[in-house]
Nanobody, 117 residues
Framework: QVQLVESGGGLVQAGGSLRLSCAASRKILIFKTMGWYRQPPGKQRELVAAFTGGGNTNYADSVKGRFTISRDNAKDTVYLQMNSLKPEDTAVYYC???????????WGQGTQVTVSS
C-alpha cells in the first residue's frame, strides 16, 4: 500500500506564493498519473496540474503561468509551486496518484490553502 503525505498549505495574501509537497511512502517505479487536484468550498474537486506516465504535463487553464508542477524521483515527491496566488485559489489541495508499480490508485489527506484578499 502507498500513502501520499501532503504538506505546505497555509494562509497567504493575494499575490503571494506557496509550495506544496506530496511524498509517497514507497518507491514509485511506474505511474500513470501523479499530480494535484483541489476542491474549493462548495464546489467539486478539479484538476490543478498532473504528470502522466507518458511524460506529459497537464495544467488547468486557471493556473497556467502561475503554478508549476515538478517531481523529485529520488525522493518520490511531487511538488506544486504556486505563485501569484489569488483568493479564488482557496481550496483544499489533494495529491493524487495512479501507479502501476507498485499498484495503487488514491489520494492524500489534503492540505488547506487559503488566499486572503
Amino acid at each position: 500500500q502507498v500513502q501520499l503525505v501532503e504538506s505546505g498549505g497555509g494562509l497567504v495574501q493575494a499575490g503571494g506564493s506557496l509550495r506544496l509537497s506530496c511524498a509517497a511512502s514507497r518507491k514509485i517505479l511506474i505511474f500513470k498519473t501523479m499530480g494535484w487536484y483541489r476542491q474549493p468550498p462548495g464546489k467539486q474537486r478539479e484538476l490543478v496540474a498532473a504528470f502522466t506516465g507518458g511524460g506529459n504535463t497537464n495544467y488547468a487553464d486557471s493556473v497556467k503561468g502561475r503554478f508549476t508542477i515538478s517531481r523529485d524521483n529520488a525522493k518520490d515527491t511531487v511538488y506544486l509551486q504556486m505563485n501569484s496566488l489569488k483568493p479564488e485559489d482557496t481550496a483544499v489541495y489533494y495529491c493524487q496518484a495512479s501507479t502501476l508499480i507498485p499498484k495503487f490508485d488514491g489520494w492524500g489527506q489534503g492540505t488547506q490553502v487559503t488566499v486572503s484578499s
